[in-house]
């Protein structure tokens, strides 16, 4: 005899769950059908009659079970991903409204961009993804791609080596400044004499189509295998306008900062080249999920850096990855984060989501404006700045992670996510109550006072939630320390449809002083 599928029997309705039901519940909890891990998915729930049994269910589930039961269970980094766009959403059109900055003028095909192109998108570490506006167009990833360039040249040669010839301060520089550190070198990997060196280390000696190709590969397995392109007029013009990035190369050389053999101008090509690359928002927001995630893309699973060199990389996007705002945006928005020219910048949010967002329109710092403004809304609406766990530190906003309680053994032997069951009961929310039921909670479960859920969603009149609870065994006869039954809850508040269908499964009342109707 087979086992009981606990997510079959959360979300079955007389024995079948209902195909359109499942396709919802994957949209909602930000699973596309373009994702890797779930293609086959739903392609057989497309195929798959309109209400799947036991059986159905199991063969389709089969296709990706431990994505389907995260999604069933709400077993994923951010559990109320539709709340949680919803606010994204909100924040994203007060900062539509936001029309100041200019265009980045010293590269001319930067200047020809719409400047009232705006978009964001987010992904999680389990590759749930949410995009709004423009998110589909292509734009250059200019200084974005130094992160990727970091890591590339810590998998190459190390830490030790790269930082030999790389430092890890604060330069308290613009970008772009004809300075180096006390040692000769650049000062960081997130400004433009630290890519150009950070480049010089990748592939040193290849040929230099193929180390480009090298690095594209890199950036689609971040991307999890969304296109990466590359745009050749971006790339001359660069070129065309390049006198301050040549100027620091050959500054570089004269103070023998580069490794020997290293020819110059091959190095400069290729850091023009790697700003010239292309990707769309959406695939940005996958890229800065691979570095929350560890160096793992999220939606395929690759391994694409060391955890180790992410960490490396992050802490250098926190102190230097925002130009000359890098101090003030790690002190009011605590996000590591990187920004570029063609008004990209990509958040960071290590252990739970990647977040792009493009706007390029900038301000006098070469930061985007809508984008820093976005910044500033997602961390007073979420719990999201590097520090914001610290104990003792209470205010209003809101904490989209996974709540610890979905972490920690049999939910049933846990007292708050009881009272999250309870609750979910008392304001009629199904489809959480289902979640936690495909964990293995027990529907009987109480609180301190003997209070079920039963008795909470007859007190409230939640006669879908009733009907649930029926349907899986709930005790209607349990009495609370008062000695109330559901029933007597339901006769108190009135509740003619609840007293009706409590009465029809044979629910008793124990409060002969309860109201009758």
């Not at 930000?30 to 779930?38: K, Q, T």
């Not at 049994?53 to 389907?68: G, N, P």
């Not at 300075?179 to 290849?206: E, F, Q, S, W, Y």
Request: charged content about 20%; aromatic content about 8%; proline content about 4%.
């Amino acid at each position: 005899m087979t086992s009981e599928d606990p997510c079959f029997t959360a979300y079955a309705t007389d024995g079948h769950i209902q195909c359109k039901d499942l396709i919802d519940l994957l949209k909602r909890s930000g699973i596309h059908a373009d994702d890797p891990r779930a293609r086959n998915l739903f392609r057989s729930l497309k195929s798959a009659p309109a209400a799947l049994d036991r059986e159905a269910f199991a063969a389709i589930k089969a296709q990706s079970t431990l994505l389907i039961e995260q999604v069933m269970t709400g077993n994923l980094a951010i559990a109320d991903f539709d709340a949680f766009t919803t606010e994204l959403e909100t924040i994203f059109e007060q900062t539509m409204a936001n029309e100041q900055g200019k265009l980045a003028n010293y590269i001319p095909q930067l200047e020809r961009v719409d400047p009232a192109k705006y978009a964001m998108a987010v992904c999680t570490v389990d590759g749930q993804r949410f995009a709004l506006g423009d998110a589909d167009d292509y734009f250059c990833v200019q200084s974005c791609s130094k992160p990727i360039t970091y890591c590339l040249a810590l998998d190459e040669l190390g830490e030790e080596t790269v930082h030999n010839y790389v430092g890890r301060e604060p330069s308290g520089k613009t970008f772009n400044e004809l300075t180096l550190n006390n040692r000769g070198l650049p000062h960081n990997p997130m400004i433009n004499a630290g890519a150009i060196m950070c480049g010089a280390l990748i592939k040193p000696g290849a040929e230099a189509s193929d180390r480009f190709d090298f690095v594209i590969d890199k950036w689609k397995e971040c991307a999890g295998g969304l296109h990466v392109g590359f745009n050749n007029a971006v790339y001359l013009s660069e070129k065309q306008t390049a006198d301050r990035n040549f100027a620091l190369g050959y500054f570089m050389r004269e103070k023998k900062a580069f490794p020997p053999d290293c020819n110059l101008l091959d190095i400069l090509e290729f850091y023009f080249q790697c700003c010239s690359i292309e990707v769309t928002t959406k695939a940005m927001a996958i890229i800065a999920a691979t570095l929350a995630n560890g160096g793992n893309c999220p939606v395929t699973g690759a391994q694409v850096f060391r955890p180790d060199h992410i960490k490396h990389c992050l802490s250098l996007m926190s102190s230097c990855g925002m130009y000359d705002f890098s101090g003030e945006f790690a002190f009011s928005i605590g996000i590591p984060a990187k920004s570029g020219v063609s008004g990209g910048i990509m958040l960071v949010v290590p252990n739970l989501m990647g977040i792009a967002v493009w706007s390029p329109r900038l301000d006098e710092l070469g930061n985007s404006v809508r984008g820093v403004d976005f910044c500033r809304r997602l961390v007073n609406r979420f719990r999201l700045h590097t520090f914001d766990s610290m104990t003792g530190l209470e205010d209003d906003r809101l904490d989209p992670r996974r709540p610890v309680t979905l972490n920690t053994g049999n939910p049933g032997n846990n007292m708050q996510t009881t009272v999250n069951f309870l609750w979910a009961a008392c304001q009629g929310d199904l489809l959480e109550m289902r979640k936690l039921v495909a964990r293995g909670l027990d529907v009987n479960t109480a609180d301190y006072d003997g209070r079920r859920a039963v008795h909470l969603a007859a007190s409230e009149g939640r006669s879908e939630c009733l009907r649930f609870l029926i349907s899986h065994g709930a005790d209607l006869d349990a009495t609370d320390r008062w000695g109330h039954t559901a029933l007597d809850d339901a006769r108190r508040g009135d509740h003619a449809a609840i007293i009706a269908l409590l009465t029809e499964h044979g629910a008793k009342s124990n409060n002969h002083s309860a109201k009758h109707t």
